[in-house]
């Protein structure tokens, strides 16, 4: 009795889980504005790229402060829309900031367009239907959980499924500006948490590849995978409750203008050239390329939806060099031949990753351990993040409560120091086949030569040297070559991990789910 009863509530939450959405017949298809010209981000834009045979001016923004700052000051310059993408969008100081600049943007008039993964909003339908009820404001959620169903029995019944997620990251102003790259919306990844760095970079960009960016995102926002708040939640906010978490968003950004954080942001690097009207851009040529929105419901070979077939052009064409930066890095068999064939050709493959300290999603780093040595033994240069913390600091940090962990985010790659990708991609089969991504080429010779004199210079300091060597009975091992406090270290295991995290990640490893990672 007791085993029949156990397998009738199974297949009640099973059931549960396969609930169906809302029919998504509600949406308004809109578009981004193309008579923006004459707002002040046109006219600015005009004035760096209206000359010259090279279209497009970008800014790269390594810093987390600056990266915030260009969010802000779009928002504040915006006149006539802000389209805004994210896969992650946190209920912490930096998402209220920035919810904050949002809302005072569409109090001016802006029309505001909030499309978001649903991964993040979990417990948050009250502040996204308050937000969406304001009249310049929609928002809309992609590829929903079921608000009738617990979210845990959904990733049950819909495993390969509910877990495809748009991981794109965009924001635009007025058509004319734009900033795309590895950053969320959190704490995170703008330098405001002060247990947890994250190394990360975007590009903001001006010149015709804006409208391109513009596209994708409508491409995204008119998709029958994008619901629209209102059809999703149907709890509404009585109109005192709309007025007091109004009244409340512009108290707290009233009393941030005094805060740390908000002093940081001021007296930014980027803070300062606007504050002068000396911002310079890097001149070049760009171009978009994202997935489509089918990706996620479509067979996993349906590569004409996939960007990366919109990348294998600038991969087959390399001829000297690629660094790769990516934060999950997962290779695969098929990616482990790609690079040996390159080196075979007489071209230097150099990549960094995160370690396994610093790396924040542990199964991942189990995914990638397995093909170190296949790499090295292939001819590239592996590099993993150095934590860049000495042994007292961590301490310190620990003695806090907080983490202690430095943690690479960016997604980068530069071609024959002449082309730059910077993305959310990550090298790993959950951004070939599960998940939507975009990112911009950068034709430009300045900033590839740039970046991959910093990336030389920096891979030695920051990161892990990972060698493989042979005992006396020819057994392989790795050895890790670093610096902590400046004083030159070989560690045997993998650095500053214990046994026990060392053999979880190992029995992680074991399992058959790389097609997930």
């Known amino acids: 009795m007791m085993r029949a009863s156990l397998v009738i509530m199974l297949l009640f939450f099973m059931l549960g889980g396969c609930a169906s959405l809302p029919e998504n017949v509600d949406r308004t298809e809109s578009h981004a504005f193309t008579d923006t010209q004459d707002t002040a981000l046109g006219r600015n834009a005009r004035k760096h790229v209206g000359q010259g045979v090279k279209k497009d001016g970008f800014i790269l923004l390594g810093n987390g402060l600056d990266a915030f700052v260009a969010r802000a000051v779009l928002a504040e310059m915006a006149e006539r829309s802000l389209d805004v993408q994210y896969y992650l969008y946190h209920d912490d100081l930096v998402g209220r900031l920035f919810t904050g600049f949002l809302l005072k943007a569409a109090e001016r008039g802006v029309r505001v367009r909030i499309l978001v993964d649903d991964m993040d909003m979990a417990g948050r339908d009250a502040g996204i239907i308050a937000f969406d009820s304001h009249p310049n404001i929609e928002v809309r959620i992609f590829n929903p959980f079921n608000r009738d169903v617990a979210r845990g029995s959904q990733y049950l019944t819909g495993m390969g499924s509910i877990t495809r997620r748009m991981h794109n990251k965009s924001f635009t102003a007025d058509n004319m500006a734009t900033i795309v790259g590895g950053r969320n919306i959190g704490n995170e990844y703008f330098d405001a948490d002060p247990t947890l760095e994250f190394t990360d970079l975007d590009v903001l960009a001006i010149g015709p590849v804006v409208r391109d960016v513009s596209n994708a995102f409508d491409l995204y926002w008119n998709s029958s995978l994008a619901y629209?708040?209102?059809?999703?939640?149907?709890?509404?906010?009585?109109?005192?409750?709309?007025?007091?978490?109004?009244?409340?968003?512009?108290?707290f950004l009233k009393e941030q203008q005094t805060s740390d954080y908000m002093t940081a942001l001021?007296?930014?690097?980027?803070?300062?050239?606007?504050?002068d009207d000396n911002v310079s851009y890097y001149m070049g040529d760009a171009t978009v390329v994202v997935d489509h929105p089918d990706k996620i419901i479509s067979s996993r070979d349906a590569d004409e939806l996939h960007l990366t077939k919109q990348l294998s052009p600038y991969f087959d064409s390399i001829e000297k060099e690629v660094l790769i930066v990516s934060p999950y890095f997962v290779p695969g068999d098929e990616g482990v031949e790609f690079f040996r064939k390159l080196v075979d050709k007489g071209i230097r493959v150099t990549i960094l990753t995160n370690s396994?300290?610093?790396?924040?999603?542990?199964?991942?780093?189990?995914?990638?351990?397995?093909?170190?040595k296949d790499l090295l033994r292939n001819g590239v240069e592996l590099y993993e993040m150095n934590k860049q913390l000495s042994r007292a600091q961590r301490k310190e940090k620990k003695g806090e409560g907080g983490s202690s962990r430095a943690s690479l985010h960016a997604k980068t790659f530069v071609i024959d120091r002449k082309k730059v990708f910077i993305g959310s991609l990550n090298l790993d089969p959950r951004s070939f086949y599960e998940n939507t991504e975009i990112g911009l080429?950068?034709?430009?010779?300045?900033?590839?030569?740039?970046?991959?004199?910093?990336?030389?210079?920096?891979?030695?300091?920051?990161?892990?040297?990972?060698?493989?060597?042979?005992?006396?009975?020819?057994?392989?091992?790795?050895?890790?070559?670093?610096?902590e406090n400046n004083e030159a270290v070989t560690f045997d295991v993998d650095p500053y991990t214990s046994f026990w995290r060392r053999l979880g990640v190992g029995i992680m490893g074991l399992l058959p789910i790389e097609s997930q990672l």
């Open 228 to 251: 629209p708040a209102k059809t999703l939640i149907k709890q509404r906010p009585s109109e005192a409750e709309l007025q007091k978490r109004e009244a409340d968003m512009l108290e």
């Open 266 to 275: 001021l007296n930014s690097k980027l803070a300062e050239q606007i504050n």
């Open 356 to 372: 396994l300290a610093s790396n924040d999603v542990g199964i991942v780093h189990a995914g990638y351990a397995r093909y170190r």
């Open 441 to 483: 080429v950068l034709s430009s010779a300045e900033i590839a030569e740039g970046m991959a004199k910093v990336l030389d210079e920096n891979f030695e300091k920051s990161a892990f040297r990972l060698e493989l060597r042979k005992d006396e009975n020819e057994h392989e091992y790795l050895l890790w070559h670093g610096y």
